[in-house]
């Protein structure tokens, strides 16, 4: 069969992420935390066969990558396609902000209307969907046959779980999106389907579970 084995995983905890704020594609570092579930994500894929590591060119998830590659001496490659929705005028906000500043849109925001942009430099539901998928498809079109690590953000992950799944954009989200989770995923010509989710069995502590990354 014409298969790629994707391990696909959402980058280690940021200070944003406690604080609920949106970052969007600006480019917020690991908190202590993070840098720590980076490394227990390297040590729990060390024995796994990996033909190349690809990850988003934002910081959090390009050293969340960084310390897998490391432990399997393999080249770190950018792939700019797996970045975070555009949020534009939600980036910076936490989602308090957002409520009292921007009541219709975050009105619009949190009913998932597929065609809903925030602000002149945001992305619609639509277009991130569009980019992503056609992200991964070029990169494990590559790769049939092996397996490789995508490392990227809650919104990455949660494209990839409903194009796995069947689940509509704006179908409520029953699944969860944890920082440096494993996620498992085959790729065919045909599309994705869902291998597992969610294993966080390397991780010791609770982590925060929101897909705005």
């Known amino acids: 069969m014409d298969a790629t084995r994707i391990i696909a995983i959402r980058h ?7 604080d609920n704020r949106i970052q969007g594609q ?10 720590w579930q980076a490394q227990q994500l390297a040590r729990a894929l060390a024995e796994e066969p990996i033909a190349a590591i690809y990850a988003s060119d934002l910081q959090r998830a ?5 310390a897998v590659a490391d432990v399997h001496a393999l080249p770190l490659r950018p792939a ?9 005028s939600f ?11 921007l009541p219709e849109q975050a009105r619009l925001w ?17 277009q991130f969907r569009e980019r992503v ?15 490789i690590v995508m490392v990227g953000h809650g919104g990455v992950m949660d494209v990839l779980y409903r194009a796995a799944t069947g689940q509509e954009l704006q179908a409520p989200r029953t699944w969860r999106l944890g920082n440096a989770a494993i996620n498992r995923l085959l790729w065919t010509p045909e599309g994705l389907s869902l ?3 969610a294993d966080d069995a390397h991780l010791a502590r609770g982590e925060l579970d929101d897909s705005t990354a």
């Open 133 to 147: 998928t056609r992200a991964v498809h070029a990169l494990a079109e590559r790769h049939v046959g092996e397996q």
């Open 195 to 197: 291998v597992g989710w």
């Open 80 to 88: 700019p396609g797996l970045r975070e929705r555009a949020f534009g």
């Open 26 to 35: 600006l480019d917020i570092p690991l908190n202590a935390t993070g840098v």
């Open 62 to 66: 390009f050293e969340t990558a960084r």
């Open 91 to 101: 980036e910076g906000l936490t989602f308090a902000d957002i409520d009292a500043r």
């Open 12 to 18: 280690g905890e940021t200070a944003w992420n406690v």
């Open 110 to 126: 949190r009913i998932r209307e597929p065609a809903f942009r925030p602000g002149e430099r945001g992305e619609s539901l639509l």
